[in-house]
């Protein structure tokens, strides 16, 4: 057997990252060369909350979807055409389903901005297939973490998989003027140092302990993909952080990389609603 890929969780920042790749998106090209290349790609977003059920894009070609308004033409001309992989889509239901996750399929989604931004900079050829897998909407850290773990037998199977959010997320302070953002490297380094230490306790439970945790995330969907991340890793991981800077001053385009040989446990406790 092969070893695992690594997990990954990217900061995609806002649309114009497509066209203004900056320090994080040659950070992610040149990781994209650097990785065993995958079978496939299993990410979670941001950008795609959904009733109930987990939902999981299952058409052969998944469309991109430019779900933001408001920015230069251009970007909206932008297409990402990875393939999909139903197959894989299936085998994705059989394991979530195991660790006690309802789930959907669904062959008419196709791949938020969340997805297939940080893509464009890692793997610009497209020709990866690509499955994109949901966050319900009553999500906690806890259960963000146990879907990474359901998900983790996928490493070992040649599949990356990749939690895309932002390591902070303060959109009411999006281009402010005269404010002080230095809570945004303080929670940065906050996150760094439990990640480094392996304190995912402490992670859990952020809002409790990190400086300006609430600030740094008014709402939590853009900080739940770091522990799918994390749960895919498993507890004995080594973590890499690609520095990829802040922009507009308040959204970190930092990145982790995550590699480990032990999987985590298949079965995760029982989800409930």
Known sequence: MHAPLPALFVSHGAPTFALD??????RLGQLGRQLPKPKAIVVVSAHWMTNRAVSITA??????????GGFPAQLYELAYPAPGLPALANRIAMLLEQNNWPTRLDAGRGLDHGAWMPLLHLYPQADIPVIQVSMPIWMTTKDALHLGRALAPLRQEGVLIIGSGSLTHNLYEFGSVGVNTDYVQQ???????????RNTQALLAYRAHAPEAVRAHP???HFFPLFVALGAAGDAYEMTLIEGGVTYGVLSMDNYLFN????????APRITT
């Open 260 to 267: 480990s040989s032990a999987l985590p446990p298949t079965t």
């Open 219 to 221: 709402s939590e969907e």
């Open 59 to 68: 058409g052969a070609a998944p469309e991109t979807i430019h779900d933001f």
């Open 187 to 197: 929670f940065c380094d906050w996150t760094t140092r439990r990640l480094e230490e």
């Open 21 to 26: 790749p900056g320090l994080a998106g040659a």
